[in-house]
Each structure stands twice: as structure tokens, then as C-alpha cells.
């Protein structure tokens, strides 16, 4: 499908949309106009309204300034937004992803590997079959084997395997997203390298897709990433197991597990009740105090089920946090700030 079919496209019924591009960037003082230009050259036709909302994570370098003077040159549909410190890229998106106006979200990284010419090419096919995401897969990925493509590959097939979704690159940030779905899900600690996991918690598998997009090496300043990522993922892998099969119901979990550890040591002072019984002395036994460290043990798991019940409950009735807090954002109404081809 052609990245340039949506371009000059007339206005349909089942078409029509605004979109919004989300980029997080920390310390990329070297690439920040460029991508500010890089958007708006790609998307400089597109037959529909957008805008380009790029959020500073708190960078100690020039990236803010650099990122104001090209918005102040490209036009009002650049929207910028500047965190207090550096919260991460997961904040940094969720940011963007708040203050986003469009009915389609598209993310990508501000490091310029991601080609912004792919960006109507995964909104169309979103849209023409009825998805909810649509994932870059770059497959002539232009990067390091040892401290990029290697821990890429252990991700991706760890992330695979917990999540049951079969993408080929669920590292690639170049995302697009029905906006009404997205926003169903909040993204906290480092959650951005699973939101198809956990998009599979609000909607079907069978409405996500992959595509194949550009990739390109880095050309200007240093990369955040190495393998020290491969270790966090891992980390995440276990939180996003427990969420995914029991993150609404963990009374389930920890019940379920805690009537097996009780019912183990149920079984352990019944056994020696019956030696008992028989005449057996059982007072200096180590498994008489592991039946009872059972039973203590298992009733504490039955006792946090019900607990986290009632924090899970409450989490769900009370008001949404945000995870990151801002010192600039480019507040706008509804219908100012567009770019719009005359």
C-alpha cells in the first residue's frame, strides 16, 4: 500500500479524520528541528487535518529551544510540551497522548530512525479495515546487532511468548492507533514497550495489524538505549503477565494460590495427626512446622486477595493520575491549531 495514497485523498464518510502525531524526545538537541521538519514534509499534503505534538522529557540539553524555533517556523500545528524533569519515554508518550485532539494517534521516536512517510500508509490501512492499531515492523532494522538488534530479539520473543501476540517488532515505536481505544489504556513505569499487550486487554487481538516500514541508523546524537533494556524487560514481563490474566480480578490470583498452599499444609497436620493418632511422637517433626507455616502462609494470600479486591475496585472508581507533570503545553481549542491542506 502506497505511504502516499492518503495523501491528496477527497474527504469520505468512512475516511474522514483528524489525526495526531506524538513524539517523546530527551536530550536530542541535534534532531529536534529536524524531525519538527521531517513530520511536516511527510505529511505537507495530507488531505486530512493533523497535528504534531513533540514532548521534551525534561532534557538538560538545548532540545526545547531548538523544538520552539522550529515551531515558530513550520506553523500553530505544532503543539509542544515540556515536562517538569525527566519521567521517562512512557510518561513522556502518555503526555503527549493526553493532550493528543485527533481521532487517530500515531507514535513514533524523535530520533529520526522512524521515517514520517510511513505514517499514511498505517493510517489507511487502520482505517480502510477497521483496526484499532497498526505496528511498524521494521525488518531492514538499521542498528547495532550486540547493543540493539541482539536485545531486540530476546524482547520480542520473551514479550511473544507472555503475551500470546505474534508480532514480528513490538519495540518499534511508529504506532498508530484508533484514538477512542488507545485512551482505554494508561501507560505507567515502562509500559510503551507493551501497549499491544495491553490494548489486547480492551479490544481483539484480531483488530491489530503489522506493517512493514523504513528504518534508518542514527545520524545525530547518542542512542538511550542498551542492553540494560533486555533486563528491565524482563522485570515488566512478570508485571504484565499478572495484569493481563488476572489485573481485574487479582483476588483470583492470590486465592487461588493461597488455597493451595493452605490446602498443602492441611494436608501435612492431617497426615501427622493420623501418626499421631497412632501413637507417634510428632512434637520435634520439621514437617509439623511446615504444615503450620502452610496454613499461616496461605490464609495471609487468601487475606491479600481480598485486598487487592478492594484497592483494585477502588483504583477503578476513583479519578485517573496523571504520571508525569508539566511546565509548558500548548493548549489549544477543538478547531485551532490544524494544519489543513487549502
Known amino acids: 500500500m502506497s505511504d502516499t495514497s492518503i495523501l491528496n485523498r477527497p474527504l469520505t464518510s468512512s475516511m474522514a479524520h483528524s489525526l495526531s502525531v506524538v513524539v517523546p524526545m530527551f536530550n536530542e538537541e541535534e534532531l529536534a528541528a529536524d524531525l519538527v521538519f521531517a513530520v511536516q514534509d511527510a505529511l505537507q499534503n495530507y488531505a486530512f487535518s493533523w497535528e504534531l505534538i513533540v514532548v521534551d522529557d525534561g532534557s538538560s540539553d538545548a532540545t526545547w529551544v531548538h523544538l520552539n524555533h522550529a515551531a515558530k517556523q513550520v506553523g500553530a500545528h505544532v503543539r509542544l510540551i515540556r515536562l517538569l524533569r525527566n519521567f521517562k519515554q512512557t510518561a513522556a508518550m502518555q503526555a503527549g ?31 480502510a479495515e477497521d483496526l484499532d492499531m497498526v505496528a511498524g515492523w521494521r525488518q531492514k532494522r538499521q542498528d547495532g546487532f550486540w547493543l540493539r538488534k541482539l536485545p531486540s530479539k530476546i524482547a520480542n520473543r520473551l514479550i511473544r511468548n507472555v503475551s500470546g501476540l505474534h508480532f514480528q517488532d513490538l519495540g518499534c515505536s511508529l504506532k498508530a492507533f484508533r484514538a477512542s481505544v488507545l485512551r482505554q489504556v494508561r501507560l505507567y513505569g515502562e509500559m510503551h514497550r507493551f501497549i499491544p499487550a495491553w490494548l489486547a486487554t480492551v479490544t481483539s487481538p484480531q483488530r491489530m495489524a503489522e506493517v512493514p516500514v523504513s528504518h534508518f541508523p542514527r545520524t545525530k546524537g547518542l542512542s538511550k538505549y542498551g542492553l540494560s533494556r533486555t533486563f528491565r524487560v524482563l522485570l515488566d514481563l512478570l508485571s504484565i503477565h499478572y495484569f493481563l490474566r488476572f489485573g481485574s480480578r487479582p483476588g483470583h490470583f492470590f486465592g487461588g494460590l493461597g488455597s493451595i498452599v493452605t490446602g498443602i499444609g492441611l494436608l501435612i497436620l492431617t497426615y501427622l495427626g493420623i501418626l499421631k493418632f497412632l501413637g507417634e511422637s510428632i512434637g520435634n517433626r520439621p514437617l509439623m512446622f511446615l504444615g503450620f507455616f502452610a496454613v499461616v502462609s496461605g490464609l495471609q494470600l487468601l487475606t491479600t486477595g ?37
Not at 475496585?313 to 489543513?340: I, M, P
Open 306 to 342: 481480598v485486598i487487592a479486591e478492594i484497592l483494585m475496585r477502588t483504583y477503578f472508581d476513583a479519578g485517573k493520575f496523571n504520571s508525569y507533570h508539566t511546565l509548558h503545553t500548548s493548549n489549544l481549542k477543538t478547531n485551532e491549531g490544524w494544519h489543513v491542506v487549502n
Open 97 to 127: 497522548i493526553d493532550a493528543a485532539r485527533g481521532d487517530v494517534i500515531v507514535t513514533m521516536d524523535g530520533d529520526l530512525q522512524n521515517d514520517p512517510k510511513d505514517i499514511p500508509a498505517l493510517v489507511e490501512k487502520l482505517l
